[in-house]
């Protein structure tokens, strides 16, 4: 899509583009109400600046709109959507080891039930192993701090989501 159609698109489009790449309903929502951007410098500004904006509450709901990392059921099942999208931004998994991912696995349900949501991060280009040693080392945060970690990590995950988009 180039950026001058995503511009062009009617409100009920542009909220499914927009979806793709955030989960969130204010979000989403806030983003459509900011058409048409200028170019895509504003596009992206505007899209972390709305992102930041918004309650934690928020976050949490974006955070639900992903699966767990390595977690390749919930790929097919929950997330058919956004299951290519999110493949790719995983792909670093694919060629963990047993071991690996059942720590993979293990860790996420500790962060989970520590924090009451998934770990979020950004995937792109990162190995499970880095992944698995990311979360072990938020598994150490307080709640407001890992709250904040996964605010970012979702923002650079829209980021480049939104580049995709455009492509």
């Known amino acids: 899509m180039t950026f001058e159609s995503l511009n062009s ?45 918004l309650s934690p509450d928020d976050w949490l709901e974006a955070f639900i709109h992903h699966p767990k990392i390595g977690n390749i059921d919930s790929l097919r099942n929950k997330f058919q959507n956004t299951k290519s999208i999110s493949e790719n931004e995983q792909s670093g998994v694919n060629n963990a080891t047993e071991s690996t991912l059942k720590d993979l696995a293990e860790s996420n349900q500790l962060y989970e039930n520590r924090f009451g949501f998934i770990f979020i991060v950004c995937a792109t280009g990162k190995s499970a192993d880095e992944m698995l040693a990311l979360i072990k080392m938020r598994l150490n945060n307080n709640a407001e701090t890992e709250m904040k970690n996964a605010a970012k990590e979702q923002n650079k995950i829209t980021q480049l989501r939104l580049k995709t988009l455009l492509l």
């Open 9 to 53: 698109l009617t409100n009920s489009e542009a909220n499914e583009q927009f979806k793709l790449c955030c989960g969130t309903t204010n979000w989403i929502k806030i983003m459509n109400q900011s058409r048409p951007f200028q170019n895509k410098k504003e596009l992206f500004q505007k899209a972390e600046s709305i992102w930041f904006s």
